[in-house]
């Protein structure tokens, strides 16, 4: 780019003024010839980014999904489990009955979910439970229901165990020893993975903080249970699904039941009554809202415990009540739950579910809410 600056003749002063005027012009250009080239090169290569990064027009409702990485989640024993009616820290299990009756379809109904898809869902999924086809979903259809998408958590469950199995067995002979799982563990958080594999194999000192030790205390324990008879300190792939999943196994899930008995039996005669289950837990109720939870924590656990919990309605839960509450296999349970679920919605006390009624209470099934949900249901249906 040129410039030119022409100069009337003027006096020595003014002469002066526009030689000093065309130099500063000189020096700016010469500045900005320097820049503009990186920058240019700069707005080029962001172009080229969004470019690649952009995602098409035609494909927005295509959610984007990274690859999966080996973190501590595959390895870890999920702090939730699909399906089970309480958590391993005792809680009960809030998203339990859209759990059994969505199976794996449940990430499908989102808050933020278009309302129409949700809806024309929710109908294929009636015409699916109405199995005999009488446009009515009754307690036996549900509970038949409920078992395939039980089946269907158990079986997600397994494919995800290979992974993680295949994480913590690199040298692919089929066991993983506890060492071997306590150095992956530990390189999930962030400790040098070769490091510790060497202070394990001389026996040396972890140097571990107070929480990651007792987390690691808590593992083992876990390993051990996990390890069926004859233990030879070795899980195999079945093993270590009921490490990860105690509910894909029976001795499993009798350890699952100890730890919560533990946590609320405060007399220590290894049974719960009703006040131990309801105790509030650890914190005080400081403001209005957080005692509107802590009393409908009481409300909905009283209920739970009184009702369904404790079979034989004497006050008093055992181990074995508590084990087959938990157990999600149980067809006992499953019937149970499908007539709750239609008490629910059932506006005509006729003991089964219309579509409209489903639709109506989408939100107990689906944890999503449909608005509008009567408008077109029989040209949609």
Known sequence: MEFSVSVAPAGDAAQQEMDEVQTNIIIIMAVWRKLAAPLLLCALLLLQTINVHARPANMSAVKEKSPPTKDENEILPPDHLNGVKMEMDGHLNKDFHQEVFLGKEIEEFEEDSEPRRNRKKLIEIFTKVDYNKDKSVSAKEMQRWIMVKTEEHFQEAMVENKNSFRAVDPDGDGHVTWDEYRVKFLASKGFN????????????????????????????????QADTPPADQLLNEQEFLSFLHPEHSRGMLKYMVKEIVRDLDQD??????????????????????????????????????????????????????????????????????????????????????????????????????????????????
Do not use: C
Not at 195 to 223: C, F, G, H, P, Y
């Open 193 to 224: 993975e070769k490091e510790m594999a060497e202070k394990i194999k001389n026996n040396e000192d972890l140097k571990l903080d107070e929480e990651t030790q007792e987390v690691l205390e808590s593992l083992k324990d876990r390993w051990f």
């Open 268 to 381: 220590g005669d290894k049974k719960l009554t009703l006040s131990e289950f309801i105790s509030l837990p650890v914190g005080t109720v400081e403001n209005q809202q957080a005692q509107d939870i802590d009393d409908d924590w009481v409300r909905e656990r009283k209920k739970e415990f009184e009702e369904v919990i404790d079979a034989n309605r004497d006050g008093i839960v055992t181990m074995e009540e508590l084990e087959e509450y938990m157990d999600p296999m149980n067809e006992h349970n499953a019937l149970n739950e499908a007539r709750q679920m239609i008490a629910v919605a059932d506006e005509n006390q006729n003991h089964s579910l219309e579509l409209d009624e489903i639709l109506k209470y989408s939100e107990y099934f689906t944890g999503s809410k449909l608005m509008d949900y009567a408008r077109n249901v029989h040209e949609e249906f």
